[in-house]
């Protein structure tokens, strides 16, 4: 069974960085094909993707926001980090990871509030 | 890359089907068979119900089913039941640079 969880601050002042943790259980990140995403979703709005791990290291962001993120995969800790720099009131959400490229399942989300 | 374009709201009475449309470009839904849905009720985190336009994963109700024409993307709920009603997403490929795009997200409300 694969399960993931999201942890991280719950409140960030304007220009401050946002650094969250996913940490799963059921399937390493060192096996061939498989990968881990982040997505987003502010309160009453859609989702909105943000950025992608594989296996071998390879990463993909989201254009419109790429210059502020970054992720990172620790294989020997299960876990996956995203970085988001200079946060705005705007970027408050609850943002979730999931497994695969198929978005399935995905972890029960963390709510980031933006404000000074 | 602008997100799919999905109706704010579908409704339907028990029973009846539904169908929610997400219209995309040839860079994304047209261009790939790689459209999936997500259901999410209030307060959840989404769940995927269909992928690969129109494949279910284990334990998913037949009732769901998914089609692709051009570059639009449509779910079908077949046999309404107030248990769906909840939002739901598509999301498609959209190429190694833009990689994936969600929708706008649907309202589904059972009468």
């Known amino acids: 069974q694969i399960t993931l969880t999201e942890s991280g601050p719950k409140l960030l002042k304007p220009t401050q960085t946002l650094t969250l943790t996913c940490t799963f259980s059921g399937f390493s990140l060192s096996t061939s094909g498989v990968g881990v995403g982040w997505i987003r979703q502010p309160p009453g709005k859609a989702l909105e993707w943000l950025a992608f791990i594989y296996w071998d290291d390879d990463k993909r962001y989201s254009p419109s926001l790429k210059s502020r993120l970054s992720i990172t995969k620790d294989t020997s800790k299960n876990q996956v980090v995203l970085t988001m720099t200079n946060m705005d009131p705007v970027d408050t959400a609850t943002y979730y990871c999931?497994?695969?490229?198929?978005?399935?399942?995905w972890g029960q989300g963390t709510l980031v509030i933006v404000s000074s | 890359q602008s997100a799919l374009t999905q109706p704010a709201s579908v409704s339907g009475s028990p029973g009846q089907s539904i169908a929610i449309s997400c219209t995309g470009t040839s860079s994304d839904v047209g261009g790939y068979n790689y459209v999936s849905w997500y259901q999410q009720h209030p307060g959840k985190a989404p769940k995927l119900i269909i992928y690969d336009v129109s494949k279910r994963p284990s334990g998913i109700s037949n009732r769901f089913s998914g089609s692709k024409s051009g570059n639009t993307a449509s779910l079908t709920i077949s046999g309404l039941q107030t248990e769906d009603e909840a939002d739901y997403y598509c999301?498609?490929?959209?190429?190694?640079?833009?990689?994936?795009?969600f929708g706008t997200g649907t309202k589904v409300t059972v009468l």
């Open positions: 999301c498609s490929y959209a190429g190694s640079s833009n990689f994936h795009v």
């Open positions: 999931a497994y695969s490229v198929r978005f399935d399942p």
